[in-house]
Protein backbone atom coordinates (compact mmCIF):
# COMPACT_ATOMS: atom_id res chain seq x y z
CA UNK A 1 0.00 0.00 0.00
CA UNK A 2 1.42 3.77 -0.51
CA UNK A 3 0.98 6.48 1.23
CA UNK A 4 -1.26 7.96 -1.16
CA UNK A 5 -4.27 5.11 -0.80
CA UNK A 6 -4.19 6.00 2.99
CA UNK A 7 -7.27 7.63 4.20
CA UNK A 8 -6.77 11.27 4.66
CA UNK A 9 -6.47 11.42 8.37
CA UNK A 10 -3.59 8.46 7.82
CA UNK A 11 -1.71 10.50 5.02
CA UNK A 12 -1.36 13.40 7.42
CA UNK A 13 1.36 11.09 9.38
CA UNK A 14 2.60 8.47 6.93
CA UNK A 15 3.51 9.77 3.84
CA UNK A 16 6.93 10.48 2.17
CA UNK A 17 8.02 12.71 5.38
CA UNK A 18 7.19 10.18 7.60
CA UNK A 19 10.98 10.22 8.52
CA UNK A 20 14.03 11.79 7.36
CA UNK A 21 16.10 9.39 4.93
CA UNK A 22 19.63 10.62 6.11
CA UNK A 23 18.37 9.94 9.83
CA UNK A 24 15.42 8.18 10.17
CA UNK A 25 14.23 11.50 12.55
CA UNK A 26 10.45 11.46 12.75
CA UNK A 27 10.09 15.01 11.80
CA UNK A 28 11.36 17.31 8.86
CA UNK A 29 14.41 18.70 9.42
CA UNK A 30 14.86 22.74 8.96
CA UNK A 31 17.59 23.49 6.64
CA UNK A 32 18.06 27.33 7.62
CA UNK A 33 21.51 27.30 4.89
CA UNK A 34 20.08 30.30 2.21
CA UNK A 35 22.58 28.86 -0.51
CA UNK A 36 23.65 25.41 -1.01
CA UNK A 37 27.80 24.22 -2.17
CA UNK A 38 28.05 23.38 -5.98
CA UNK A 39 30.24 20.30 -5.98
CA UNK A 40 30.34 21.06 -9.98
CA UNK A 41 31.97 23.81 -12.19
CA UNK A 42 28.64 23.07 -14.78
CA UNK A 43 25.94 20.99 -12.97
CA UNK A 44 23.71 22.34 -10.07
CA UNK A 45 22.59 20.21 -7.57
CA UNK A 46 18.77 20.60 -6.99
CA UNK A 47 19.16 23.23 -4.64
CA UNK A 48 20.68 26.57 -5.35
CA UNK A 49 19.49 29.54 -3.40
CA UNK A 50 16.41 29.37 -0.77
CA UNK A 51 14.46 31.66 -1.97
CA UNK A 52 14.30 29.06 -5.32
CA UNK A 53 14.26 26.24 -3.06
CA UNK A 54 14.60 25.31 0.25
CA UNK A 55 14.21 21.57 1.47
CA UNK A 56 12.01 22.04 4.17
CA UNK A 57 9.55 24.22 2.50
CA UNK A 58 9.66 21.57 -0.04
CA UNK A 59 8.58 19.17 2.28
CA UNK A 60 5.40 21.44 3.05
CA UNK A 61 5.18 22.44 -0.74
CA UNK A 62 4.71 18.45 -1.24
CA UNK A 63 2.17 17.70 1.55
CA UNK A 64 -0.47 20.43 0.46
CA UNK A 65 -0.27 19.73 -3.12
CA UNK A 66 -0.86 15.63 -2.45
CA UNK A 67 -3.77 16.64 0.01
CA UNK A 68 -5.37 19.03 -2.27
CA UNK A 69 -4.68 16.37 -5.30
CA UNK A 70 -2.87 18.57 -7.15
CA UNK A 71 0.49 18.50 -9.37
CA UNK A 72 2.68 21.36 -7.02
CA UNK A 73 2.12 23.30 -4.03
CA UNK A 74 3.81 26.22 -3.28
CA UNK A 75 4.64 27.79 0.17
CA UNK A 76 4.51 32.06 0.86
CA UNK A 77 5.26 34.02 3.43
CA UNK A 78 1.57 34.63 4.62
CA UNK A 79 -2.03 33.84 3.08
CA UNK A 80 -2.21 37.26 1.30
CA UNK A 81 1.36 36.87 -0.26
CA UNK A 82 -0.18 33.58 -2.30
CA UNK A 83 -3.11 35.24 -2.73
CA UNK A 84 -1.10 38.29 -4.31
CA UNK A 85 0.97 36.16 -5.91
CA UNK A 86 -2.24 33.79 -7.72
CA UNK A 87 -2.78 37.38 -9.02
CA UNK A 88 0.33 38.03 -10.39
CA UNK A 89 -0.49 35.48 -13.13
CA UNK A 90 -2.73 38.35 -14.11
CA UNK A 91 -1.77 41.19 -16.99
CA UNK A 92 -2.60 45.10 -17.85
CA UNK A 93 -5.81 44.73 -19.34
CA UNK A 94 -7.21 41.48 -17.80
CA UNK A 95 -10.23 41.68 -15.96
CA UNK A 96 -11.25 39.30 -13.14
CA UNK A 97 -14.84 38.10 -11.46
CA UNK A 98 -14.11 38.33 -7.29
CA UNK A 99 -16.87 37.36 -4.84
CA UNK A 100 -18.45 39.88 -3.02
CA UNK A 101 -17.87 38.93 0.73
CA UNK A 102 -14.22 38.09 -0.13
CA UNK A 103 -11.48 37.95 2.77
CA UNK A 104 -11.13 42.10 3.53
CA UNK A 105 -7.57 41.95 2.97
CA UNK A 106 -8.27 40.33 -0.76
CA UNK A 107 -10.64 43.14 -1.28
CA UNK A 108 -8.11 45.27 -0.18
CA UNK A 109 -5.31 44.28 -2.64
CA UNK A 110 -7.51 44.06 -5.48
CA UNK A 111 -8.98 47.41 -5.04
CA UNK A 112 -6.35 49.44 -4.09
CA UNK A 113 -2.91 47.49 -5.64
CA UNK A 114 -4.68 45.64 -9.16
CA UNK A 115 -6.26 48.54 -9.89
CA UNK A 116 -2.96 50.80 -10.28
CA UNK A 117 -1.30 47.78 -12.90
CA UNK A 118 -4.45 48.00 -15.18
CA UNK A 119 -6.25 45.34 -13.58
CA UNK A 120 -10.04 45.11 -13.46
CA UNK A 121 -12.87 43.51 -11.42
CA UNK A 122 -16.32 43.28 -10.53
CA UNK A 123 -17.42 42.08 -7.50
CA UNK A 124 -20.81 39.52 -7.49
CA UNK A 125 -22.42 37.65 -5.85
CA UNK A 126 -20.80 33.93 -6.40
CA UNK A 127 -23.69 32.37 -5.30
CA UNK A 128 -25.94 33.17 -7.93
CA UNK A 129 -24.78 31.07 -11.30
CA UNK A 130 -26.59 33.41 -13.17
CA UNK A 131 -25.15 36.76 -11.79
CA UNK A 132 -21.47 35.16 -12.51
CA UNK A 133 -22.47 34.93 -16.13
CA UNK A 134 -23.93 37.58 -16.79
CA UNK A 135 -20.75 39.55 -15.08
CA UNK A 136 -18.44 36.98 -17.59
CA UNK A 137 -16.82 39.96 -20.01
CA UNK A 138 -14.17 39.34 -23.02
CA UNK A 139 -11.31 40.03 -20.95
CA UNK A 140 -12.73 38.16 -18.14
CA UNK A 141 -9.17 35.70 -17.31
CA UNK A 142 -9.73 34.64 -13.47
CA UNK A 143 -13.07 33.68 -11.26
CA UNK A 144 -12.00 34.15 -7.87
CA UNK A 145 -14.21 32.08 -5.36
CA UNK A 146 -14.11 31.86 -1.30
CA UNK A 147 -16.55 29.64 0.04
CA UNK A 148 -17.79 29.32 2.39
CA UNK A 149 -17.41 32.92 2.18
CA UNK A 150 -16.53 35.62 5.19
CA UNK A 151 -17.72 36.31 7.05
CA UNK A 152 -21.52 35.33 6.04
CA UNK A 153 -20.66 32.00 5.59
CA UNK A 154 -22.34 31.96 1.92
CA UNK A 155 -22.10 29.03 -0.11
CA UNK A 156 -20.29 29.01 -3.89
CA UNK A 157 -21.78 25.90 -6.27
CA UNK A 158 -17.75 24.81 -6.92
CA UNK A 159 -18.56 22.81 -9.76
CA UNK A 160 -21.21 25.05 -11.45
CA UNK A 161 -18.51 28.22 -11.54
CA UNK A 162 -15.63 26.03 -12.30
CA UNK A 163 -17.59 24.95 -15.51
CA UNK A 164 -19.03 28.55 -16.31
CA UNK A 165 -14.91 29.39 -16.16
CA UNK A 166 -14.62 26.66 -18.93
CA UNK A 167 -16.91 27.28 -21.18
CA UNK A 168 -15.83 30.91 -21.18
CA UNK A 169 -11.70 30.17 -21.22
CA UNK A 170 -10.95 31.70 -17.44
CA UNK A 171 -9.16 30.04 -14.47
CA UNK A 172 -10.37 29.48 -11.57
CA UNK A 173 -9.14 30.48 -8.10
CA UNK A 174 -10.57 29.87 -5.16
CA UNK A 175 -9.45 30.17 -1.71
CA UNK A 176 -10.20 27.30 0.49
CA UNK A 177 -8.80 28.40 3.96
CA UNK A 178 -12.23 27.86 6.33
CA UNK A 179 -12.21 24.28 4.93
CA UNK A 180 -9.66 22.94 4.37
CA UNK A 181 -8.52 19.47 2.05
CA UNK A 182 -9.53 17.81 5.24
CA UNK A 183 -13.32 18.84 4.36
CA UNK A 184 -13.19 20.64 0.50
CA UNK A 185 -11.02 19.28 -2.35
CA UNK A 186 -11.49 22.47 -5.06
CA UNK A 187 -9.24 20.55 -7.63
CA UNK A 188 -11.43 17.50 -7.93
CA UNK A 189 -14.74 19.51 -8.38
CA UNK A 190 -12.64 21.53 -11.52
CA UNK A 191 -10.87 24.28 -10.11
CA UNK A 192 -7.50 25.55 -11.23
CA UNK A 193 -5.98 26.99 -7.87
CA UNK A 194 -6.04 26.67 -4.60
CA UNK A 195 -4.90 29.10 -2.24
CA UNK A 196 -4.73 29.14 1.67
CA UNK A 197 -3.93 31.33 4.62
CA UNK A 198 -2.64 28.51 5.99
CA UNK A 199 -1.74 31.06 9.09
CA UNK A 200 -5.43 29.81 10.03
CA UNK A 201 -6.59 25.72 10.17
CA UNK A 202 -3.97 24.60 8.06
CA UNK A 203 -0.86 25.18 11.34
CA UNK A 204 -4.03 25.86 13.83
CA UNK A 205 -2.40 26.99 16.51
CA UNK A 206 -2.16 30.99 16.35
CA UNK A 207 1.85 30.87 16.43
CA UNK A 208 2.64 31.06 12.38
CA UNK A 209 1.90 32.98 8.58
CA UNK A 210 1.70 31.54 6.21
CA UNK A 211 0.07 30.71 2.98
CA UNK A 212 -0.27 27.71 0.59
CA UNK A 213 -0.90 27.72 -2.98
CA UNK A 214 -1.64 24.19 -5.39
CA UNK A 215 -2.18 24.00 -8.77
CA UNK A 216 -4.06 21.60 -10.49
CA UNK A 217 -1.34 21.24 -14.41
CA UNK A 218 1.84 21.64 -14.50
CA UNK A 219 1.07 24.75 -17.10
CA UNK A 220 0.17 26.50 -14.12
CA UNK A 221 2.68 25.29 -11.80
CA UNK A 222 5.40 26.01 -13.86
CA UNK A 223 4.48 30.07 -14.39
CA UNK A 224 3.06 29.86 -10.19
CA UNK A 225 6.76 28.85 -9.44
CA UNK A 226 8.38 31.49 -11.74
CA UNK A 227 5.98 34.49 -9.68
CA UNK A 228 7.01 32.82 -6.47
CA UNK A 229 10.83 33.36 -7.23
CA UNK A 230 10.12 36.63 -9.36
CA UNK A 231 8.46 38.30 -6.51
CA UNK A 232 9.84 36.23 -3.51
CA UNK A 233 7.23 36.19 -0.72
CA UNK A 234 8.63 32.40 0.34
CA UNK A 235 7.95 31.19 3.79
CA UNK A 236 11.00 30.55 5.76
CA UNK A 237 12.37 27.28 6.65
CA UNK A 238 11.28 27.32 10.89
CA UNK A 239 7.77 28.97 9.60
CA UNK A 240 7.20 25.85 7.13
CA UNK A 241 8.32 23.55 9.71
CA UNK A 242 5.62 24.68 12.14
CA UNK A 243 2.63 24.58 9.33
CA UNK A 244 4.11 20.62 8.57
CA UNK A 245 3.54 20.04 12.25
CA UNK A 246 0.06 21.67 12.41
CA UNK A 247 -1.23 19.56 9.96
CA UNK A 248 -1.01 16.02 11.72
CA UNK A 249 -3.57 16.91 13.68
CA UNK A 250 -5.89 18.74 10.85
CA UNK A 251 -8.15 15.55 10.98
CA UNK A 252 -8.95 15.60 14.39
CA UNK A 253 -8.79 19.42 15.09
CA UNK A 254 -11.57 20.07 12.18
CA UNK A 255 -13.41 17.15 13.45
CA UNK A 256 -13.73 18.21 16.94
CA UNK A 257 -14.38 22.12 15.93
CA UNK A 258 -17.01 21.44 13.55
CA UNK A 259 -18.83 18.82 16.24
CA UNK A 260 -18.60 21.68 18.68
CA UNK A 261 -19.51 24.34 16.02
CA UNK A 262 -23.03 22.45 14.46
CA UNK A 263 -23.85 22.29 18.59
CA UNK A 264 -22.71 26.70 18.96
CA UNK A 265 -24.51 26.92 16.03
CA UNK A 266 -28.33 25.22 17.08
CA UNK A 267 -27.65 26.97 20.73
CA UNK A 268 -27.41 30.23 19.30
CA UNK A 269 -30.46 29.66 16.47
CA UNK A 270 -32.65 29.04 19.21
CA UNK A 271 -31.43 31.71 21.42
CA UNK A 272 -33.95 34.95 22.10
CA UNK A 273 -30.92 37.45 21.70
CA UNK A 274 -29.59 36.00 18.42
CA UNK A 275 -31.33 37.53 15.02
CA UNK A 276 -29.81 35.63 12.63
CA UNK A 277 -27.27 32.32 12.64
CA UNK A 278 -25.27 32.13 9.48
CA UNK A 279 -23.81 27.87 9.42
CA UNK A 280 -23.48 25.79 6.60
CA UNK A 281 -24.26 22.88 8.63
CA UNK A 282 -28.31 24.01 9.69
CA UNK A 283 -30.41 22.73 7.30
CA UNK A 284 -32.09 26.18 6.98
CA UNK A 285 -28.65 27.97 5.54
CA UNK A 286 -29.59 28.47 1.71
CA UNK A 287 -26.17 27.14 0.64
CA UNK A 288 -26.99 23.73 2.98
CA UNK A 289 -27.77 21.25 0.21
CA UNK A 290 -25.00 22.39 -1.73
CA UNK A 291 -22.56 22.65 0.90
CA UNK A 292 -23.61 19.03 1.33
CA UNK A 293 -22.72 17.79 -1.89
CA UNK A 294 -19.40 19.17 -2.41
CA UNK A 295 -17.84 19.06 1.06
CA UNK A 296 -17.62 17.10 3.79
CA UNK A 297 -18.82 19.04 6.15
CA UNK A 298 -20.05 22.82 7.26
CA UNK A 299 -16.70 23.33 9.17
CA UNK A 300 -15.89 25.04 12.54
CA UNK A 301 -16.33 28.78 11.52
CA UNK A 302 -19.99 30.46 12.11
CA UNK A 303 -21.17 33.66 12.34
CA UNK A 304 -24.04 35.04 14.27
CA UNK A 305 -26.09 38.86 14.67
CA UNK A 306 -27.17 40.77 17.57
CA UNK A 307 -29.61 43.63 17.63
CA UNK A 308 -26.73 46.09 17.01
CA UNK A 309 -23.10 47.39 17.84
CA UNK A 310 -23.92 47.81 22.01
CA UNK A 311 -25.38 44.61 22.18
CA UNK A 312 -22.52 42.92 20.69
CA UNK A 313 -20.01 44.85 22.96
CA UNK A 314 -22.21 44.08 25.84
CA UNK A 315 -21.31 40.38 24.61
CA UNK A 316 -17.95 40.64 24.07
CA UNK A 317 -17.52 42.13 27.56
CA UNK A 318 -18.85 39.20 29.30
CA UNK A 319 -17.85 36.36 27.63
CA UNK A 320 -15.07 34.71 28.85
CA UNK A 321 -13.77 31.96 27.42
CA UNK A 322 -12.85 32.57 23.56
CA UNK A 323 -10.45 35.36 22.67
CA UNK A 324 -11.51 38.97 21.21
CA UNK A 325 -9.18 38.73 18.18
CA UNK A 326 -8.69 38.73 14.42
CA UNK A 327 -8.22 35.26 12.62
CA UNK A 328 -10.24 32.21 13.19
CA UNK A 329 -8.96 28.46 12.45
CA UNK A 330 -6.69 27.72 16.22
CA UNK A 331 -6.99 25.33 19.28
CA UNK A 332 -8.33 28.37 20.96
CA UNK A 333 -11.15 29.61 20.21
CA UNK A 334 -11.85 33.26 18.41
CA UNK A 335 -14.44 35.47 17.97
CA UNK A 336 -14.07 38.55 15.83
CA UNK A 337 -16.40 41.34 14.77
CA UNK A 338 -15.62 41.91 11.15
CA UNK A 339 -17.08 45.22 11.33
CA UNK A 340 -14.25 46.62 13.08
CA UNK A 341 -11.46 43.50 12.32
CA UNK A 342 -11.61 41.59 9.06
CA UNK A 343 -13.67 44.50 7.42
CA UNK A 344 -12.29 47.24 8.61
CA UNK A 345 -10.57 47.64 5.15
CA UNK A 346 -14.36 48.13 3.38
CA UNK A 347 -16.11 50.98 3.88
CA UNK A 348 -19.36 50.92 5.73
CA UNK A 349 -21.72 51.43 2.91
CA UNK A 350 -19.93 48.29 1.60
CA UNK A 351 -20.23 46.58 4.26
CA UNK A 352 -24.31 46.75 4.49
CA UNK A 353 -24.04 45.98 0.82
CA UNK A 354 -22.66 43.04 1.72
CA UNK A 355 -25.03 42.25 4.61
CA UNK A 356 -21.94 42.74 6.84
CA UNK A 357 -24.05 44.39 9.68
CA UNK A 358 -22.38 46.23 12.78
CA UNK A 359 -24.48 43.70 15.09
CA UNK A 360 -22.28 40.58 13.16
CA UNK A 361 -19.88 38.73 15.05
CA UNK A 362 -17.49 35.65 14.11
CA UNK A 363 -17.17 32.92 15.84
CA UNK A 364 -14.50 30.04 14.91
CA UNK A 365 -14.73 27.45 16.91
CA UNK A 366 -11.59 25.86 18.88
CA UNK A 367 -11.30 22.46 21.05
CA UNK A 368 -12.61 23.85 24.52
CA UNK A 369 -15.42 21.94 25.81
CA UNK A 370 -18.50 22.78 24.11
CA UNK A 371 -20.55 22.73 26.91
CA UNK A 372 -18.49 25.22 28.88
CA UNK A 373 -18.33 27.36 25.84
CA UNK A 374 -21.74 27.47 26.19
CA UNK A 375 -22.25 28.15 29.34
CA UNK A 376 -20.21 30.91 28.93
CA UNK A 377 -22.23 32.38 25.86
CA UNK A 378 -25.13 31.93 28.25
CA UNK A 379 -24.03 33.81 31.04
CA UNK A 380 -22.71 36.69 28.80
CA UNK A 381 -26.23 37.17 26.97
CA UNK A 382 -27.76 37.77 30.39
CA UNK A 383 -26.19 41.58 29.81
CA UNK A 384 -27.48 41.34 26.32
CA UNK A 385 -31.03 43.31 25.28
CA UNK A 386 -33.45 40.98 23.66
CA UNK A 387 -32.89 40.67 19.89
CA UNK A 388 -35.36 43.37 17.54
CA UNK A 389 -36.63 39.79 15.62
CA UNK A 390 -40.22 39.01 17.04
CA UNK A 391 -40.11 35.54 17.03
C1 LIG B 1 -6.70 35.15 7.00
C2 LIG B 1 -7.23 34.94 5.65
C3 LIG B 1 -6.50 35.33 4.52
C4 LIG B 1 -5.17 36.07 4.63
O1 LIG B 1 -4.18 35.26 5.14
P1 LIG B 1 -2.92 35.83 6.00
O2 LIG B 1 -2.22 34.58 6.38
O3 LIG B 1 -3.50 36.57 7.16
O4 LIG B 1 -2.16 36.72 5.09
C5 LIG B 1 -7.03 35.05 3.28
N1 LIG B 1 -8.22 34.44 3.14
C6 LIG B 1 -8.96 34.06 4.19
C7 LIG B 1 -10.27 33.39 3.97
C8 LIG B 1 -8.50 34.29 5.49
O5 LIG B 1 -9.23 33.92 6.52
Known amino acids: MTHQSYTFQTQLLHNQHKFDK ?3 GVSVPIQLASTFHQPDFDQFGKYDYSRSGNPTREALEEM ?3 LEGGVKGFAFSSGIAA ?36 IEHT ?9 VASNIQENTKVIYMETPSNPLLKVTDIQGVAKLAKANGCLTFLDNTF ?3 ALQRPLDLGVDLVLHSATKFLAG ?19 LYGLQNAFGAVLGAHDSWLVLRGLKTLHVRLKQSSESATKIANYLNNHSKVDEVFYPGLSTHPGHSIQTRQAEGPGAVLSFSLRNEEAV ?19 ESILSYPAKMSHAAMPEAERKKRGISNGLLRLSVGLENVDELIKDFEQAFIHVPESSVIV
Open 205 to 223: HSDVLAGLAVAKDEGLAQQ
Open 313 to 331: RNFIQHVRIPVYAVSLGAV
Open 123 to 131: FVDMTDLDT
Open 83 to 118: ISTAFLLLSKGDHVLVTEDVYGGTYRMINTVLNRFG
Open 179 to 181: LTP
Open 64 to 66: ISQ
Open 22 to 24: ETG
